[in-house]
């Protein structure tokens, strides 16, 4: 079982549209938690973190659910600039200061006109 | 604030040759660094990262390996590069601690010819 899971998609919406993407994970001593977008042959750069509590960052909204392992990205007034791929990221903590992290294959979207 | 630089930008190498990439990051002290490949089309691969001078953990064995002369400088290197290695190949940094997120230089696109 892979550490990280994303459903790759491809998501096509249109302008406007609220879009959800989830992501598992399967080590539940997973200590942080991230959104990054990559552009086409671009390098992946952070959207946001993810908080235990939720947080939101504009139209973006990320949430964390420890019980089920999961956290999601919450897209609403889709804009065609959004078109990207979002990767999600789990650090996952051994007990040392250095979390090992561990990406999603990304989940692609495309927002259309 | 924090920059990390890579270099080049692309390169076009016939099989066979030798490879060297370079990586510095600027704004902090002793960082964590990462090198990572993503193939076309595929996730990120970790291929090696160091948490201090001169201390490189490799993740795949390959025929690539990496050096840290200095403590903002991360080098990627190649005897004899093969068709496989052809890929985007990203630098990263993240500060010290568990739970900081990863930042990423523009990348490298390296095709082997």
């Known amino acids: 079982r892979k550490e990280v899971e994303q459903d790759p998609g491809p998501f096509n919406v249109p302008e406007g549209a609220t879009v959800a993407f989830n992501c598992t994970y399967s080590?539940?001593?997973?200590?942080?938690f991230f959104w990054y977008r990559q552009d086409c042959r671009k390098e992946p750069k952070l959207l946001m973190s993810?908080?235990?509590s939720g947080n939101e960052d504009g139209r973006f909204t990320a949430q964390l659910n420890r019980a089920s392992q999961y956290i999601s990205l919450l897209i609403r007034d889709s804009k065609l600039s959004d078109s990207a791929t979002y990767l999600c990221v789990v650090n996952e903590s051994r007990g040392s200061t250095l979390g090992r992290l561990y990406f999603g294959r990304g989940t692609q979207l495309t927002v259309w006109p | 604030s924090q920059t990390i630089h890579q270099w080049p930008a692309t390169l076009v190498q016939p099989v066979g040759s030798p490879l060297s990439l370079e990586c510095t990051v600027e704004?902090?002290?002793?960082?964590?660094l990462y090198w990572y490949r993503q193939a076309a089309g595929r996730g990120l691969q970790l291929l090696f990262y160091?948490?201090?001078?001169?201390?490189i953990s490799s993740e795949v064995p390959q025929n690539l390996s990496a050096s840290r002369p200095q403590d903002r400088q991360f080098i990627l290197s190649s005897k004899k590069l093969l068709l496989s290695d052809s890929g985007f190949y990203l630098c990263?940094?993240?500060?010290?601690?568990?739970?900081?997120?990863?930042?990423f230089g523009n990348g490298t696109r390296l095709t082997v010819t």
């Open positions: 704004g902090t002290s002793n960082p964590n």
């Open positions: 080590n539940s001593a997973s200590q942080s």
């Open positions: 160091s948490v201090g001078i001169g201390q």
């Open positions: 993810v908080y235990s």
């Open positions: 990263a940094w993240r500060a010290g601690g568990g739970n900081s997120p990863l930042h």
